[in-house]
T-cell receptor, first 112, second 113 residues
Framework: GQQVMQIPQYQHVQEGEDFTTYCNSS?????IQWYKQRPGGHPVFLIQ?????EVKKQKRLTFQFGEAKKNSSLHITATQTTDVGTYFC????????????FGSGTRLLVRP | GAGVSQSPSNKVTEKGKDVELRCDPI?????LYWYRQSLGQGLEFLIY????????KSGLPSDRFSAERTGGSVSTLTIQRTQQEDSAVYLC???????????FGPGTRLTVL
């Protein structure tokens, strides 16, 4: 079946260091979304990427969608303790665009 | 309403009992989704509603799980004869269109003893 793999599973960084999480789909996606879930909270939408090769920035966060629309990445520059949480990518398959297949998430811990 | 609401927030039940979980989507959102999240895991898609119909029930783990949506608004997820492996957080999300941002509710934490 369709799968979205996400690595790494965990990342523990010193405050100020950069962080990247990667997402790979087994099939071509119509779009990819990124969500953040704080400990004890629910997923909160960050961004959606639709176009091949698209790059979007939100302050210290940079999101990329691969040329083949099968992979994506989220990069955080100079992490802060407020960045702590689990980051999920979620892809919509081309043949069922309503569905979001979530990656397993990358849990980010930031040492102050 | 201002956001997606779910009830109850926590439910503890005994193995073999039936439970009903409720989701109130954002007013006007036509698409509604149910997911399951086990401890430390990602989100597992269960079912999708467009209006009152469920074109995709493929994620429901067994025939003990069912869901309905009435009036294009409130949805209920029912688990019959609960098992311990059903313990998880059940999240509901809604969106204005099927390709749009999904807004998640706070979830219902289900514990089956």
């Amino acid at each position: 079946g369709q799968q979205v793999m996400q690595i790494p599973q965990y990342q523990h960084v010193q405050e100020g260091e950069d962080f990247t999480t990667y997402c790979n789909s087994s099939t071509t996606l119509s779009n990819i979304q990124w969500y953040k879930q704080r400990p004890g909270g629910h997923p909160v939408f960050l961004i959606q990427l639709v176009k091949s090769g698209e790059v979007k920035k939100q302050k210290r966060l940079t999101f990329q969608f691969g040329e083949a629309k099968k992979n994506s990445s989220l990069h955080i520059t100079a992490t802060q303790t407020t960045d702590v949480g689990t980051y999920f990518c979620a892809g919509s398959p081309m043949d069922s665009s309503y569905k979001l297949i979530f990656g397993s998430g990358t849990r980010l811990l930031v040492r102050p | 309403g201002a956001g997606v609401s779910q009830s109850p927030s926590n439910k503890v039940t005994e193995k073999g009992k039936d439970v009903e979980l409720r989701c109130d989507p954002i007013s006007g959102h036509t698409a509604l989704y149910w997911y399951r999240q086990s401890l430390g895991q990602g989100l597992e898609f269960l079912i999708y509603f467009q209006g009152n119909s469920a074109p995709d029930k493929s994620g429901l783990p067994s025939d003990r799980f069912s869901a309905e949506r009435t009036g294009g608004s409130v949805s209920t997820l029912t688990i019959q004869r609960t098992q311990q492996e059903d313990s998880a957080v059940y999240l509901c999300a809604s969106s204005s269109g099927h390709t749009d941002t999904q807004y998640f509710g706070p979830g219902t934490r289900l514990t089956v003893l």
